[in-house]
């Protein structure tokens, strides 16, 4: 790989002669999630969580036993993160994980029978739940968003290995995630020292456009690269997307030029772990090889 320092964000702002020979070096587009891949979020979920849910349930959260029990709630809260799709669910984990409804483990396991039943027993709904945790969150954020971006952290290695990743004039690098554009640059740039450029950032918090669809939008953008690589923690995003792989049309032709990654550090399980190393289209990495192969492979 080319080991220049001069970083391709700099040909942006140049002359479009310069960008369009920048453009021709790329031979590899590297798409990214954030949550579970760069970004370790679950205790700044796992707090949001016990805060939102002491509002919503003061006579669960009031009593002297459960404040006392508050951090180990958070913690456990943040061991059973693989399996919550949406962010309301903290809250169902975090009060259940402090009456003892549920262990960590039959959780992980059992999550999509618990948590009907939990909803039903507490007589919550969704939608009520979702404002709750988004507001509980959003006024953190409000308040002090300092300490909100504090409470988040940078997987090991990662940091350094995407510094040096985004000096490189061979591979581009994007992020794919359901997180807003402007904390995921806070996070990279507070935690990491990191300056990502906002344009390289696709979030379908707003948009709603499914990841396999950025993708496809990206593949219209950089014609002339051939090698593509997507690397998420959510082994059912992966699934969905070998889903399209096997279909027909322009779509699914393009999709199946992605090589596809698990992480094997980030919100999933070892059950789902072990469907991906049996799946010869999902390379599941480590976090050691994805720091490497961002430095000098891909």
């Given at each position: 790989?080319?080991?220049?320092?001069?970083?391709?964000?700099?040909?942006?702002?140049?002359?479009?002669?310069?960008?369009a020979?920048?453009?021709?070096?790329?031979?590899?587009?590297?798409?990214?999630?954030?949550?579970?891949?760069?970004?370790?979020?679950s205790?700044?979920?796992?707090?949001s969580?016990?805060?939102a849910?002491?509002?919503?349930w003061?006579?669960?959260?009031?009593?002297?036993?459960?404040k006392?029990?508050?951090?180990?709630?958070?913690?456990?809260?943040?061991?059973?993160?693989?399996?919550?799709?949406?962010?309301?669910?903290n809250?169902?984990?975090?009060?259940?994980?402090?009456?003892g409804?549920?262990?960590?483990?039959?959780?992980?396991?059992?999550?999509?029978?618990?948590?009907p039943?939990?909803?039903e027993?507490?007589?919550?709904?969704?939608?009520?739940?979702?404002?709750?945790?988004?507001?509980?969150?959003?006024?953190?954020?409000?308040e002090?968003?300092?300490?909100?971006v504090?409470?988040?952290?940078?997987?090991?290695?990662?940091?350094?290995a995407?510094?040096?990743a985004?000096?490189?004039?061979?591979v581009?690098v994007?992020i794919?995630?359901?997180k807003?554009?402007?904390?995921?640059?806070?996070?990279?740039?507070?935690i990491g020292?990191?300056?990502?450029?906002?344009?390289?950032?696709?979030?379908?918090?707003?948009?709603?456009?499914?990841?396999?669809?950025?993708?496809?939008?990206?593949?219209?953008?950089?014609?002339?690269?051939?090698?593509?690589?997507?690397?998420?923690?959510?082994?059912?995003?992966?699934?969905g997307?070998?889903?399209?792989?096997?279909?027909?049309?322009?779509?699914?032709?393009?999709?199946?030029?992605?090589?596809?990654?698990?992480?094997?550090?980030?919100?999933?399980?070892?059950?789902?772990?072990?469907?991906?190393?049996?799946?010869?289209?999902?390379?599941?990495?480590?976090?050691?090889?994805?720091?490497?192969?961002?430095e000098?492979q891909?």
């Amino acid at each position: 790989s080319s080991s220049s320092s001069s970083s391709l964000s700099s040909s942006s702002s140049s002359s479009s002669v310069m960008a369009a020979a920048a453009e021709a070096e790329i031979r590899s587009v590297l798409a990214l999630d954030f949550d579970g891949v760069v970004c370790d979020s679950s205790g700044e979920s796992s707090i949001s969580a016990w805060i939102a849910s002491e509002k919503y349930w003061p006579d669960a959260y009031s009593s002297t036993e459960a404040k006392s029990r508050r951090q180990d709630v958070i913690d456990q809260t943040s061991a059973v993160r693989p399996i919550v799709e949406t962010g309301y669910e903290n809250m169902l984990l975090s009060r259940a994980l402090l009456e003892g409804k549920s262990t960590v483990d039959e959780i992980l396991e059992n999550w999509d029978e618990i948590r009907p039943e939990l909803m039903e027993e507490w007589n919550v709904n969704r939608e009520e739940l979702v404002q709750a945790f988004g507001g509980t969150r959003d006024a953190w954020i409000k308040e002090d968003e300092d300490s909100w971006v504090a409470n988040n952290k940078l997987y090991p290695t990662v940091a350094e290995a995407l510094k040096r990743a985004l000096k490189r004039e061979d591979v581009l690098v994007y992020i794919v995630t359901t997180k807003q554009a402007r904390y995921v640059l806070r996070i990279l740039k507070q935690i990491g020292g990191i300056d990502f450029e906002e344009d390289r950032i696709f979030s379908s918090t707003v948009s709603g456009i499914p990841k396999s669809t950025t993708l496809c939008k990206l593949m219209e953008k950089h014609k002339q690269v051939e090698s593509w690589h997507f690397v998420e923690d959510r082994y059912k995003t992966l699934e969905g997307i070998r889903a399209k792989q096997e279909g027909s049309g322009d779509e699914s032709a393009d999709l199946r030029k992605l090589e596809l990654y698990l992480v094997d550090w980030g919100y999933n399980t070892k059950q789902e772990r072990s469907l991906a190393d049996q799946d010869a289209k999902i390379d599941l990495i480590s976090l050691e090889a994805f720091s490497k192969m961002l430095e000098t492979q891909f």
